[in-house]
């Protein structure tokens, strides 16, 4: 038609309608297709999907399961080509096996499950004037990690007693990456991946440091410890303090040893993302998803070589094992207000004050020092949520993605959502985490101080309080609420090169599906909050990449609903009726070829 959708640069689409469709949906006059879905073959020799015989051999050439964190990368000197990194972040048994008995997995079925986990590298091919990609299958960069792969510590923690095992005596060399969520691109062409529940195919943890990183005392669900005892925390006590950590990939070199960076410290990294300093130095924000949790960031000493050259970018790799690592404390600069559905704002009409970085300990060329009292930097490093506690971080309502506003500095933070806030026993709403039984979480947004990223104290604000804006204890960075989307559980953030924020989200509990949204961040459109798509049942939307004419998305866990199984699925995306529910990367553009939302 003629109509003309309003909106800022870069968000000029007609918004898609909350739904429940068992679909990838977007605007009209947008096109899609699934880019690559779990298990089709990307290594040479690598058979073609069949889940009737599957086997661990076959999974570890074929895209893994349960896309997360996704990056497009240039492959120069390849005409219409880019090179797409994926995490693969767990995987639903369930779904990937037909009549799977949970008390009795089989050594093949776990195997296999460890080769759907870990990282993807695949060279994806763009088609002529439409923003369609399809994989490349065999190229030489292609390539998975999984969690049998080798990886190396580096930074303060490597070698220490902390990380030594029977398998593993030099404290360096650990086999795989587990639970790899968000990341982040650096910009010396490196990608990063942050351990998240790694907890979770840990069993028998006993230690008061098990239990502060949610490690059970039973059985886990899983039970990968009967098939490899590292997994089992009473016959090799330091396994588990080798993972969450900030993986670091560089996907240019196949044969090339993944990092695991220790001076980022240990947690439930959601992501990772860097910027620089003015002198080049690199500054990276990670979030720990859980309940009460904090945020942290590390700044770099080493600065960054520009160039292509073999020593550039060997120097390049190891910048995140030389700096400091901080955690932020935040105040509110008004009496703290919960917002209680009446929709009272703090005393000064808006959620917003100030905040420090508090130093936890710093990793030289000649070793560590701890800034925190009755700890030593390797244990600051490895139990890294113990030194949070103790000087008293800011307990915030489950940190997920980080992303900085490439045009203004800012930087965003996905606070997803906190059932426990406010209860008994729990932390009540503060200025900066402003509800309790918070079901839809938050957006904040941080303005480092001089809006220098090394800056050791910043000013924050809550950009959106999520929910359906008919809603009183919603906030829209005071935007009129007439006119934006719904929105529940805010978890991956990306930015467009307009200076638009992209969120997409997890666990929506609006009783519609989760989706990918686009708002602006500044100018008179700032809080106008557009819905982009939604996915199928079960699904969370993941790796937002917005570029000039494409947008890519995983869509995670589609079909994952209680008690659903591969004969009783809840969910038959992508293929239909009869066929496995699968994991995929979705591209989205405009079918008449114009950039996104311009
Ligand atoms: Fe894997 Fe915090 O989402
Ligand atoms: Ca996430
Ligand atoms: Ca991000
Ligand atoms: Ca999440």
Request: charged content about 25%; hydrophobic content about 30%; aromatic content about 8%.
């Amino acid at each position: 038609g003629s109509h003309k959708p309003k909106g800022a640069r870069g968000l000029r689409f007609t918004p898609v309608a909350p739904n429940t469709d068992d679909a990838v949906t977007v605007p009209e006059g947008y096109r899609q297709n699934v880019v690559i879905r779990w298990g089709e073959p990307i290594l040479r020799g690598a058979p073609a999907f069949d889940p009737e015989k599957q086997s661990a051999k076959a999974q570890a050439g074929q895209f893994g399961y349960n896309c997360d964190f996704l990056a497009l990368l240039p492959l120069r000197g390849e005409r219409d080509r880019q090179l797409l990194v994926a995490n693969h972040e767990y995987t639903d048994e369930v779904l990937m096996f037909r009549d799977y008995d949970a008390d009795n997995p089989t050594r093949e079925q776990v195997e296999i499950a460890w080769a759907a986990h870990g990282l993807a590298v695949v060279a994806v091919e763009e088609e002529r004037r439409s923003g369609k990609l399809t994989p490349v299958t065999r190229h030489q960069l292609n390539r998975r990690l999984t969690a049998t792969s080798e990886f190396r510590l580096t930074g303060p923690v490597a070698g220490s007693d902390l990380v030594k095992t029977s398998a593993d005596p030099s404290g360096t060399k650990v086999r795989g990456t587990l639970n790899n969520c968000a990341g982040g691109t650096t910009p010396w062409g490196t990608t990063l991946h942050g351990e998240e529940n790694f907890n979770q195919y840990f069993a028998h943890g006993s230690r008061a440091t098990d239990k502060r990183y949610g490690i059970g005392t039973g059985a886990t669900e899983r039970k990968w410890e009967r098939f490899d005892k590292r997994f089992d925390v009473s016959q090799e006590p330091n396994e588990v303090h080798r993972f969450g950590y900030v993986v670091e990939l560089d996907p240019y070199d196949p044969h090339s040893t993944p990092r695991k960076h220790t001076a980022l410290g240990r947690f439930k990294h959601e992501g990772a993302t860097v910027r620089l300093t003015h002198d080049g130095r690199p500054v990276v924000y990670s979030g720990d998803d859980e309940r009460f949790d904090y945020f942290y960031k590390f700044v770099g000493s080493k600065k960054m070589r520009h160039g292509n050259s073999r020593s550039a970018r060997e120097h390049n790799l190891s910048l995140l094992d030389e700096g400091t690592l901080y955690v932020a404390e935040l105040t509110g600069d008004s009496p703290a207000i919960e917002i209680d559905g009446t929709g009272k704002l703090p005393k000064d009409g808006e959620f917003d004050g100030g905040g420090r970085w508090i130093p936890l300990a710093t990793a030289t060329a000649d070793g560590a020092v701890s800034h925190v009292e009755g700890m030593t930097a390797e244990e600051v490093f490895v139990f890294t949520r113990l030194a949070g506690d103790k000087v008293g971080a800011t307990k915030m309502d489950r940190p997920e993605d980080i992303e900085p506003n490439p045009v203004t500095g800012k930087v965003y933070m996905a606070l997803t959502n906190n059932s426990n806030r406010g209860k008994t026993g729990y932390a009540a709403a503060d200025e900066a985490n402003p509800r309790n039984s918070n079901k839809h979480g938050h957006v904040l947004e941080l303005t480092e101080r001089w809006n220098r990223p090394e800056s050791t104290t910043f000013a924050w604000s809550l950009f959106l309080v999520a929910g359906d804006p008919e809603d009183p204890a919603t906030y829209f960075a005071g935007f009129p609420k007439d006119s934006v989307s719904p929105i529940s559980c805010p978890d991956n953030v990306a930015f467009d090169d307009h200076g638009n924020l992209w969120i997409s989200t997890d666990g929506s509990a609006l009783g519609s599906h989760d989706g990918l949204f686009g708002v602006a961040t500044r100018g008179d459109r700032r809080g106008e909050l557009k819905q982009f798509l939604t996915v199928p049942n079960g699904a969370e939307t993941c790796g937002p990449v917005i570029q000039d004419r494409r947008v890519l998305v995983a869509v995670q866990h589609p079909g994952e609903v209680d008690g659903a199984t591969v004969d009783r699925p809840a969910s038959t995306w992508p293929d239909g009726p009869g066929t496995y529910v699968r994991p995929a990367v979705v591209a989205v553009w405009r079918a008449d070829g114009r950039d996104i939302g311009v």
